[in-house]
């Protein structure tokens, strides 16, 4: 207990680690079913695919942060390499942070903005 | 557990900081709509130490903290002489002028060939310190409550102490405190500096709980739930705030029973509490109760 205390306290007071950070692409159909979209995530880290990841897929609404968001989901590994499928099930259309939480190969977390609408999601530009 | 039930009691901590520096200034007779802007101000300076300098994640939190102690206190230095609604307009509005100022924040460096740092209504990405560190979710949910139980044991012994009576007197009928020699304005002052502090020490775990923030997460909706969860877990104790929070978050967010429409029955329960239990479920009747039970 005391070891593991001090071993956190140690992690949280040394310097930055860093490591390339990976990057994702999102795309998404309407299913036909009231806020329910098929979603395919790319993935990749230092311009290559990143295999073999454990994606879980989530979103919250940018204006109403920790109070509202959806249940998460775990994505299913695609036939290509980097590509990740998974079902978004939204309360609602809009403006949502999709939130791809990475574990496996790469512990990370990636923030996409996308509007979904009755055909799909197209990412924000501001 | 699994990672959503971490992910929902760890959203229910983070935001109890929010709610708890908004009844520090309720039971001193002060309703701050605008508590969200020392959370993004926590959010931001935090999130830029350790994104963008290096910083260790305590130091940081320590000097956000300490930023949105400094932030509070300036902005209590003119708007403490407003009372009830004036006082409440006057930290809305600058609660919004912290949010177009996080909009108009474009601050980046360059890391390994990535710019890194706020870029207005883009937001700030990158803030991954508990990843590069490999903290896990689980104990980054300890971390969350270790400190919150730390706040939570700070506030229950200023609420049995000569200044918690003298808070509550100040919030009770200020023109009376004052005749019986209390300097009114100072424990404002400090009470104000004390629940920004607070504010920003939330905002700075959110945004390294988040790794993303953006100008639009600190806008009026998060100053009103905070001030609504203190109204309705109560304002006999600090208890109170975290029941609304648990209330909203963990009962009507974490079971998903009204899925879309828990903002309306949100907002539904908040207008029957306020007319039912205008101090809250846990006021200072209930836990006066309570204490006679079972202390």
Redesign the interface.
């Known amino acids: 207990m005391a070891k593991t205390a001090l071993l956190?306290i140690l992690?949280?007071?040394?310097?930055?680690?860093?490591?390339?950070?990976p990057k994702a692409d999102l795309q998404c159909k309407f299913t036909g079913t009231d806020f329910v979209y098929d979603c395919t995530i790319r993935l990749s880290r230092g311009g290559k695919p990143l295999e073999g990841a454990q994606v879980?897929v989530?979103a919250?609404m940018?204006?109403?942060?920790?109070?509202?968001?959806v249940?998460?989901v775990k994505a299913q590994p695609a036939q290509v390499p980097g590509e990740y499928k998974a079902k978004l099930d939204l309360?609602?259309l809009g403006v949502w942070?999709v939130?791809l939480?990475l574990a496996g190969p790469v512990?990370?977390?990636?923030?996409l903005h996308y509007e979904f609408d009755s055909k799909g999601a197209t990412p924000v530009k501001? | 557990m699994d990672?959503?039930a971490i992910?929902v009691l760890t959203?229910v901590g983070?935001?109890s900081f929010l709610a708890l520096s908004a009844y520090l200034l309720l039971i001193a007779g002060e309703m701050s709509f605008g508590q969200q802007a020392f959370f993004g101000v926590g959010a931001y300076a935090g999130g830029m130490l350790?994104a963008m300098y290096?910083w260790?994640?305590?130091?940081a939190a320590l000097a956000a903290m300490a930023l949105g102690a400094l932030a509070q206190f300036l902005v209590g230095l003119p708007t403490l002489r407003l009372r009830g609604l004036y006082f409440a307009m006057a930290t809305l509005a600058a609660a919004e002028m912290a949010r177009i100022l996080f909009a108009l924040l474009h601050f980046q460096r360059q890391?390994?060939g990535?710019p890194v740092g706020p870029d207005g209504?883009?937001g700030f990405?990158?803030i991954?310190?508990v990843?590069?560190?490999?903290?896990e979710p689980a104990?980054y949910l300890g971390?969350v409550y270790a400190l919150l139980i730390v706040a939570l044991a700070l506030f229950l012994l200023v609420e049995r102490s000569r200044l918690g009576a003298t808070l509550r007197g100040v919030g009770e009928d200020a023109e009376l405190a004052a005749s019986l020699g209390v300097d009114v304005n100072r424990v404002k002052l400090g009470v104000a500096a004390a629940a920004g502090a607070l504010a920003a020490l939330g905002g700075v775990l959110?945004a390294h709980h988040?790794?993303?923030i953006?100008p639009?997460?600190f806008?009026i909706?998060?100053g009103v739930?905070s001030l609504a969860y203190a109204l309705i877990g109560g304002l006999g104790t600090a208890l109170g705030p975290l029941l609304g929070v648990v209330l909203?978050?963990g009962a009507l967010?974490g079971s998903?029973v009204f899925?879309?429409y828990?903002?309306i029955v949100f907002g539904g329960l908040v207008a029957l509490l306020l007319i039912w239990r205008p101090r809250g479920l846990l006021d200072e009747k209930a836990v006066q109760w309570l204490r006679r039970r079972f202390c």
């Open positions: 956190l992690a949280l007071c040394a310097g930055p680690a860093l490591a390339q950070a879980t989530g919250d940018p204006s109403m942060p920790m109070a509202h968001n249940k998460p309360e609602m942070a939130k939480r512990k990370d977390q990636l923030i501001r | 990672d959503y992910g959203n983070l935001i350790t290096g260790p994640l305590p130091l890391l390994e990535e209504t883009q990405r990158g991954r310190w990843f590069e560190h490999g903290v104990e971390i959110y988040n790794t993303y953006e639009r997460n806008d909706m998060l739930h909203d978050i967010e998903r899925q879309g828990r903002m």
